[in-house]
């Protein structure tokens, strides 16, 4: 039987943003993958799946996680690494406050150390509260911080918009950040 469409994105995420290893995939500096290479080392080692059910994944995938080149031949995680890439995103000025979701027992750290890309590759930002609600909830019962973009922006911070609306930044010093107006609720 063929895999189902979320053990099919949650597999892409695996081996899109972590372990391409893991089925001897290579990504290129990029990111980028070929979409021929993944379905058959992907089948070969046991995950089938076919071009079809790949695109149908891409395309309703909630969050966007995944991109298509215009070509149709490579595939790639929009955001959310923990291999190294150059995803090539431009810095772009972004909305004057961003939020970030994370779980109240990580809420002590963040406040004297600020926010860290951690496991992945830069720090990821939510253009509203309520996407960071949803991304805090996966760690524990949520919090949320507000982040002061306008003033990192001034101060020389780059931000870049990844394909799926999320915003990343390397690094939140303390100073930028808030309890947001909902922050514990
Ligand atoms: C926390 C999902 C202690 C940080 C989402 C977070 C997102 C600190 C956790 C994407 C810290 C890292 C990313 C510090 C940060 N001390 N804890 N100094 N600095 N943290 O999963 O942002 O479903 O790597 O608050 O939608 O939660 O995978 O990052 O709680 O876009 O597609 O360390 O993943 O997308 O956790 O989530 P993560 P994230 P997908």
């Known amino acids: 039987m ?16 972590h372990k391409p290893d893991a089925i001897g995939l290579v990504l290129d500096s990029q990111g980028w993958a070929s979409i021929e290479a993944l379905i058959d080392k992907a089948n070969a ?4 799946f076919g ?12 969050k ?11 595939i790639r995680a929009a955001q959310g690494h923990s291999v190294s890439v150059e995803l090539g995103l431009s810095p772009k000025e972004p909305p004057a406050v961003l939020y970030h979701g994370t779980a109240t027992r990580f809420v002590e750290a963040i406040i004297e150390q600020g926010l860290k890309p951690q496991a992945r590759q830069q720090v990821h930002l939510s253009r509203d509260e309520a996407t960071a609600r949803r991304v805090g909830q996966r760690h524990g019962k949520p919090y949320i911080f507000e982040v002061d973009t306008l003033a990192m922006h001034a101060n020389g911070f780059k931000f870049y918009l ?3 609306g999320v915003w990343l930044t390397d690094r939140v010093p303390p100073e930028f950040l808030a309890p947001s107006a909902t922050a514990a609720e």
């Open 2 to 17: 063929s895999i189902d469409q979320t053990q099919l994105s949650k597999f892409l995420s695996l081996v899109l943003r």
């Open 45 to 48: 080692a046991g995950t089938k």
């Open 51 to 62: 071009r079809t059910e790949l695109l149908h994944v891409v395309e309703t995938s909630d």
């Open 64 to 74: 966007k996680r995944f991109s298509v080149s215009p070509d149709g031949l490579r």
């Open 162 to 164: 990844a394909d799926n």
